[in-house]
Nanobody, 118 residues
Framework: QVQLVESGGGWVQAGDSLRLSCVASMRTFSLYVMGWFRQAPGKEREFVAAQYTASSTAYADSVKGRFTISRDNAKNTVYLQMNSLKPEDTATYYC????????????WGQGTQVTVSS
């Protein structure tokens, strides 16, 4: 049973920064693709960022240049550094994991709330 536990959400003002963390339970953490998704009230969940390998990442256009995904395989942890936050970044942020090569993410965290006020 894979467990993902997010932390680091909170209430900030526009322009501030936050770092989200997600600790994963699987022993073979380094073999998983780790992603971040978000869902705002009344909207569908959307992709934010993913890290495939140490040097391979992907970002949604809306967060490119502001958000950075990284991972520490020794700590089984993936991070999302969020800078220059905007009110439209307000959402519940979810960590997700999938084995490399899989098309979908079968493992999800419970989410952490990020609220950005203007």
């Amino acid at each position: 049973q894979v467990q993902l536990v997010e932390s680091g959400g909170g209430w900030v003002q526009a322009g501030d920064s936050l770092r989200l963390s997600c600790v994963a339970s699987m022993r073979t953490f380094s073999l998983y693709v780790m992603g971040w998704f978000r869902q705002a009230p009344g909207k569908e969940r959307e992709f934010v960022a993913a890290q495939y390998t140490a040097s391979s990442t992907a970002y949604a256009d809306s967060v490119k240049g502001r958000f950075t995904i990284s991972r520490d395989n020794a700590k089984n942890t993936v991070y999302l550094q969020m800078n220059s936050l905007k009110p439209e970044d307000t959402a519940t942020y979810y960590c997700a994991a999938k084995p490399r090569g899989d098309a979908t993410y079968p493992h999800w965290g419970q989410g952490t709330q990020v609220t950005v006020s203007s």
